[in-house]
């Protein structure tokens, strides 16, 4: 079952003003990406579309005399330490199951290897669809984070997706019973 939908998360003030920095088009398409990902993969795509929509809301804009300074952003950047701490916190706060919330939070937080110390890493498949999710939806020097889309249509979009996952929890509860 569903605790929160990606409707419920996309319209709250929290999410807006986050999804907002990094880039709301960025969100949806990495969020459809881990939809499609998850299907092939057998994982849930209720936990991998909300961790590909909120993937990046833990980001920090570098500027250096107001333009955007992706050479700091390289040295500096922690978003995913952050995204997966605020993506936690606006879960619990809608209601999600707080297993679901952690492993949201954590294949947020593993979703790039800025960070991670060198050597082999093994990520479960709900971190490595959402890692693969956003590299597919990336354009050189950061574009894909200042991509627009209409509110109007994002907020189609999501719901689209609402109904998508839904479809999809559904046919797996009846091969379970079939
Ligand atoms: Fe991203």
Do not use: C
Not at 63 to 88: F, L, P, V
Not at 119 to 137: C, M, N, S, V, Y
Request: aromatic share 8%.
């Amino acid at each position: 079952m569903r605790y929160v939908t990606l409707t419920d998360v996309f319209v709250h003030p929290v999410a807006q003003k986050y999804l907002k920095r990094s880039g709301i088009a960025h969100a949806i398409a990495t969020a459809y990406n881990a939809y499609r990902l998850a299907i092939q993969h057998g994982v849930n795509a209720d936990l991998a579309t909300k961790a590909g929509l909120l993937h990046d809301m833990g980001h920090y804009e570098w500027y250096s005399n107001g333009t955007w300074d992706y050479e700091q952003y390289k040295q500096n950047d922690i978003h995913a330490i952050k995204g997966a701490e605020r993506a936690h916190k606006l879960l619990i706060r809608l209601g999600e199951h707080p297993q679901n919330a952690k492993e949201i939070a954590l294949a947020i937080l593993l979703h790039t290897d800025s960070y991670l110390p060198e050597g082999e890493f093994k990520r479960k498949p709900l971190q490595t669809i959402i890692k693969l999710a956003d590299e597919a939806d990336e354009e050189p020097g950061g574009k894909h984070h200042y991509r627009q889309i209409d509110d109007a249509l994002a907020l189609k979009k999501i719901k689209q997706l609402d109904e998508l996952v839904n479809r999809q929890l559904q046919k797996e509860r009846l091969d379970d019973i079939i």
